[in-house]
């Protein structure tokens, strides 16, 4: 199985920028769709943001768009969330999954992510 491990969270005033970062321990990185979720305290999990395998797709959620970018660097093993102009509504556990060669209509499936993350917190204050 691959393992990913999120990191980047932290507490952060409305307006201010935060990147997460996803390592994943495979070599194999390059071969699986990346995405990223949160979950808000006492809410359902919501995919954010998705990367194809090779970086040729994307997917974003009409909340983020234009604030999140998703990202990826294979060589590194590690995907990113750039996060910019935060909210309080933004606060949450973040969390990066994998799926096995995802596809561009697979990205927004959530049961395709069959590897996760153990989350990182998000904090946003106003």
């Known amino acids: 199985q691959v393992q990913l491990v999120e990191s980047g969270g932290g507490l952060v005033q409305a307006g201010d920028s935060l990147r997460l970062s996803c390592a994943a321990s495979?070599?194999?990185?390059?071969?699986?769709?990346m995405g990223w979720f949160r979950q808000p305290p006492g809410k359902e999990r919501e995919l954010l943001a998705a990367?194809?395998?090779?970086?040729?797709?994307?997917y974003y959620a009409d909340s983020v768009k234009g604030r999140f970018t998703i990202s990826r660097d294979n060589a590194k093993n590690t995907v990113y969330l750039q996060m910019n102009s935060l909210k309080p509504e933004d606060t949450a556990v973040y969390y990066c999954?994998?799926?096995?060669?995802?596809?561009?209509?697979?990205?927004?499936?959530?049961?395709?992510?069959?590897?996760w993350g153990q989350g990182t917190q998000v904090t946003v204050s106003s």
């Open positions: 999954a994998a799926q096995y060669r995802g596809t561009p209509t697979s990205l927004q499936n959530v049961a395709a992510y069959g590897y």
């Open positions: 495979r070599r194999t990185f390059s071969s699986y769709a």
């Open positions: 990367i194809s395998w090779s970086g040729g797709s994307t």
